[in-house]
C-alpha cells in the first residue's frame, strides 16, 4: 500500500537530520495504525506540506531551519486546529518546552525517549 493510500493515522515528519528523519520515517512506518505522508527537513516545508497533505500528526524537531519549531506549530495550530502536534527535542530546557506547548503543541518528547514513547502517544492521540 503507498503512503498516500494509507487509512490509518497520516504522519508528517520533520527534521532537518536526514538520518534521524529516516530512521523515524522507518520506526512509523512499521507500525500498522501509522503511515508517513510526508517528510520535511526544515519548518517552512513542514508548513508547506501540511497544507498540501493534511495529515492527522505532526511530528517536528524544535531547532529547524527556516522556520523553527516552535513557530511552525503556532502555525500549524492556528491553521490546521485538529492536527496531532508532537514536538521533539535533544533539548532539556523546560522553558523550551513550554513555549512550545504554549504555541499549540499536544505533547514535547525528548528524542531519547521515542521508541518508548512516541508510537503510544500518535495512536492514543489518533483515536
Excluded: Y
Excluded at 3 to 30: K, M, N, S, T, W
Excluded at 32 to 52: F, K, R, S, T
Excluded at 93 to 102: F, G, Q, R, S, T
Amino acid at each position: 500500500m503507498s503512503v498516500a493510500e494509507h487509512q490509518g493515522i497520516r504522519v508528517l515528519l520533520a527534521d532537518d537530520d536526514p538520518a534521524f528523519l529516516e530512521a523515524l520515517r522507518e520506526l512509523i512506518d512499521r507500525q500498522p495504525e501509522l503511515g508517513v505522508v510526508g517528510l520535511a527537513e526544515n519548518g517552512l516545508e513542514a508548513i508547506e506540506q501540511a497544507d498540501d497533505l493534511d495529515p492527522d500528526a505532526v511530528v517536528i524537531d524544535l531547532h529547524m531551519p527556516l522556520v523553527d519549531g516552535v513557530t511552525a506549530v503556532a502555525h500549524l495550530r492556528h491553521h490546521h486546529p485538529s492536527l496531532c502536534l508532537i514536538a521533539l527535542t535533544g533539548d532539556e530546557a523546560p522553558k523550551l518546552h513550554d513555549a512550545v506547548k504554549e504555541a499549540g503543541a499536544d505533547g514535547v518528547l525528548l528524542k531519547s525517549e521515542l521508541v518508548d514513547v512516541l508510537v503510544d502517544r500518535l495512536i492514543s492521540r489518533g483515536r
